[in-house]
């Protein structure tokens, strides 16, 4: 295993476990709406992650690069947020991370049984 898949994994262990930690937290006392907003969160994510993986390939111009600057400062004000906002942005991310495991899983498979590198 390269000292790259190494940190890759590593990383991935730690958002896993971040996100898991987080929901475990926010999860008891949630009413059934905001357990429905967290499930369509979570499909939301995933649906995301898939997006972003096919359009990704294609490149982006200049100026779409621009919006993870947005998201990144959004992300500043996430802890304003309720306990079901939270929650719902915690099952997105969740969402979205499945969703990016499962894509390296299916990569990885269809590479090694294929035989090309």
């Known amino acids: 295993m390269t000292p790259q898949a190494v940190l890759g994994a590593t990383l991935l ?15 008891p006392g949630r009413s059934p709406g905001e357990l429905a907003l967290g499930g369509a969160a979570t499909i939301a994510g995933a649906v995301v992650c898939l997006a972003v993986l096919r359009y990704g390939r294609r490149g982006l111009r200049p100026h779409e690069r621009w919006l993870v600057l947005v998201l990144l400062v959004a992300a500043l004000f996430a802890n304003r947020l309720g306990s079901g906002g939270k929650f719902a942005l915690l099952a997105f991310g969740a969402g979205y ?21």
């Open 97 to 117: 991370v499945v969703a990016f495991v499962a894509a390296i899983v299916l990569r990885i498979v269809r590479v090694t049984r294929s035989g090309k590198r």
């Open 13 to 27: 262990a730690l958002v896993a476990a971040a996100l898991a930690v987080g929901i475990a937290r926010l999860a």
